[in-house]
């Protein structure tokens, strides 16, 4: 069969083609999705196409390029089509896999106990004694179930022959486990019949496994945590143990990767500073207090993971956790110190090892790599440098791989001047042409191009050994230099399908069992800083519906009144907009110094029209663009408690505003004001709908309130003293009453009816007693929980007064005891506010000092 | 030779500190060359939990952590100690020439596991060319290794200038030498990096030096605070230790506290902070001899 997708697909003559034979025929792996691909039409591969990029998009997948600058992210490169591997060469991969982590894990005991490899000579002391990465306090740590190593990732590639080599070993805190699963998600999903049909093994029963394995050895810690503190009590028989994901921040590179992964393993996700340790036990802060933390999936590096043993510069970490784990009150994975085997160093003596510890050979080998600490080695790097890719032999040795076959005479002499003088420091590999796989062509859906690519393959260790994830993740060389694959310089990745022989069931290795006592009603574990930034969730979500509101009330205003009859209430809209630092407040000055008639103090309409353009776009300035892109960074920081629904939302308005063409005029200003409106409304549904009603939502829902009540007032004091004929129909836009007033009064707005609708009235969700009686409501339930009351004294005080108001004698304009009132509320509020700091979110506020001497 | 040592350490913040978690590392260690009698750390505030460990290197440390605000941290620590004679320079005659015994530790052969863990670079002590070029006057052909570094102890005390404002606890390695002048923590991280970059091992050792000067005898230098000198591996006769701040071979006035590979294995104390703000820092060492041989009679039989 001739396929018309291969009509420009180069074969290769020095690589291993994964599509074809080398007699130019398909491989039979590939033959179904070459044959459903081929027979349809070029427009289905287009919609294909265009449905993994918006949903890359809209998931909001993304690598952050600069892990310390805010806001450069990329989103994730994703090819269509998958990476596809039989069964049976599966099987040897998974074999080869399972033995290597059982190999570096058994390493990684002897080097951080006994040290027998050391004292017999096995492995050279340098790689381990002159290795950055050997952090001796993790010396002698408690290791429940003997393992170190509990999440592996190795990426392998394959030879010209068509056999697999290992490439590099990530022992310390493997990334992408959770980019394969976005990957499989969005790929599966654009080939939903092919992706049944070919069997393809799924990957929850790994992650699954992950998690009940991780709350295996937790449970243990747990056990051993309360023999040794009388105040913790033990788990209760299906009580889950507390097992967190720690982040470095939303600033890391795969940050994203990591907030997906809390949410699907349901981990809280915590950094260093939610936590705290106490006579050797890891505590998270949480609303209820200090909280037993059982084990840990770090994603953070080893020496940052606690400054008062390993570096003490790091800002990142837990002060005494090296010591917890010491005690085994707390499980860490990977361990601290697994770093120590990413050293290429260590890929020359791993045959021997295997056989000495394993008692087998090894099944699949490493790239050629000799470390030039051994003299021998030494020379025979130096002979044949151009074969060579030489890299530093421990991660403290900063720099780039060197190939050498890009040097020219005088930089090799250079070079091998350095090797000599310190030839521990480096090892060489052999420059291995990878395979090549079918990507679809950037410019035609309808052709395939051929690219070099490796695999990441995961392995997990369990109570019952290692298992491996059947897929991983695929990555594709950028296309200008396939010798080096990284997701860091921009190259792209694959969905990887392995094909099972027959269906197969995941069922959990690990018996659960959940009784009704132990069924869980409220998070209790929502650490302290999830809080006050959910509290920022609430009150930054309603503040930018207002400004939107606001500014689209301005630019109707603006655009409805010509610049002569704006003038009564133009003022006090103008005013809110400045009052919200949306709009400059002295723009007149410059103006009035150079002339000093009064007509040139206004500005003309002209300038206003670009200071509310500025006001929704600017970037530079204070505006609703920048706004929402604060809001963005702070549910980033949240993204594990929002649904994906919710994450979609927030990126669409972010989007929205990246997507804006260079010189946007007053109508693009509205019609992404409406947008934005609806977004921010819909966002305000889910918190509504969809959240659970635990205390997080009720700090969310208080931040709600709070803005909402503090917008009341602020409009109100100004409406209440702006010139006595204005029109009221703003008023009611604002605090989005319009309707519910026409549908009662029919009539011309007035102060009265308009007051009570705004003020009293309680089925109105935008009324100031609906803001009180819910915060009171809030405050009353969380206080039931943390005993310790007070604040809601203040609003209790706030509704009564409010409640003993006499309409008739207040509800007008300019009316001085309600717009006291209207002041004093005010300052409750920011009282308020202070106080559900104090109380809740100091833990999350003291800076950490380190000292030294 | 008793001793007794009085090592107070007083912290003030500018504002309250809420946690304060400390390491210290000032409970003298066992060896043969010297026994701690009595050993005794008073915090205040009083922690809210504390706890003994030995590290990697087989030094006591000790850990404690205080939940309750406090504005000064003061640690007090107490110790006696009796030391043993140390072979002198004529007894350490005819050591084993400095590059066999670098061959030697270079076999990699599992033999001398002690050693190779202080024969590479660690965080403070970077290996360079500069180091060994430095150091290579001094290690002649054959020379033996005691006798070598012992001339490299007298070279870094005749060509280093002792300034307590020329370097801070983060000054590099390189600058030292650059600048020629330093304090003794410098001048020990020196001397182990001219050893190392000649492939030799050495280790850091931390404690204290007599504060009075005996009879007839001048004060040495850092003698009002925590001291610092090397311990070289010398193969048939082990690890014997150098002064370089004193130009001297240690003797009986030196009384160890902890060594590793560097300054940074084995800094007295080391802690996080919540809170507290700005902080400023008080140390006082006093070393007092005791002259009772009656009790160390008693002790040794």
Partial sequence: MIYSLLNQYPASTVRHDELLDSSGEPRAHWKELLESLDLEPEAIMRQRVNAVRRQVRENGVTYNVYADTKGVQRPWDLDVLPFILPHEEWSIIEQAVIQRARLLNDILIDVYGSQNLLKSGRLPPSLIHGHSGFLRPCHGTDLPGNIALHHYAVDIARAPTGQWWVVADRTQAPSGAGYTLENRTVISSAFPELFRDLKIQRLSGYFSAMRDSLNYWGRICAEKQSRSNPNIPPLSEGEQPLTVLLTPGPYNETYHEQSYLAGYLGFPLVQGSDMTVRNGVVMLKTLSGLKPVHAILRRLDDDFCDPLELNPDSLLGIAGLTEATRRGNVLVANSLGSNLLESGALLGFLPELCNHLLGQNLIMPSVATWWCGEPAALEYVVTNLRELVIKPAYPQLRQRPIFGEDLNAKDKDEFI????????????????????????????????????????????????????????LTRVASGSDSRVITIQRGGTSKDTWVRAPHAVNHTSLLRRTTSSKDLVRDNTFISSRTVENLYWFGRYNVRNNLNARLLRATILYFLEFSSEHRAIEWPTVHGLCVWYGLMPEKEEEEKGESDHSLLSIELNDQEIEDQLVQAVFAKDQPSLANNIQSFYQLSFNLRERLSDDNWRVINQMTQSFADTGENPTIADALSTLNQMRTSLVTLAGFSLDGMTRDHGWRFLSMGRRIERLQFLCVLLQRALTMPPNSNLDWLLDLTDSIVTYRARYSAQPEWLPVLDLILMDENNPNSMIFQIKGLIKYLAQISLTYNKGGDEQMLVERLYSLESLDPDATFFHGNKVLLCWLEETYQASLKISDKLSQRFFSYSGSQQESNRY | MRYHITHETHYSYDSVATLSQQLLFMSPRNFESQICLDHQIDVTPVPNESANNLDYFGNISHYFSIFTPHQDLIVRVESTVDLFPRPSLQSLEHSTPWEIVRDRLNLHNGIYNDAVAYLYPSPKILCSDALADYARPSFSNGRGIVEAAFDLTQRIYREFEFDSEATNVSTPLSEVLEGRRGVCQDFAHLMIGCLRSMGLACRYVSGYILTIPLEGHEKLIGADASHAWVSVYCHKFGWIDFDPTNNCLVQNDHITVAWGRDFSDVSPMRGVVLGGGAQTLKVSVTVTPIWSNELSVQLSL
């Fill in chain 1, 417 to 472: 001047k350095r090797l000599r003088s310190n030839p521990q420091n480096f090892v060489a590999q052999e420059l291995v042409k990878i395979s090549q796989a079918p990507v679809l062509a950037k410019d035609s859906a309808k052709s395939l191009n051929a690219y070099a690519v490796g695999l990441r393959v995961y392995a997990c260790a369990t109570p019952n050994g290692y298992v491996v994830m059947p897929g991983g």
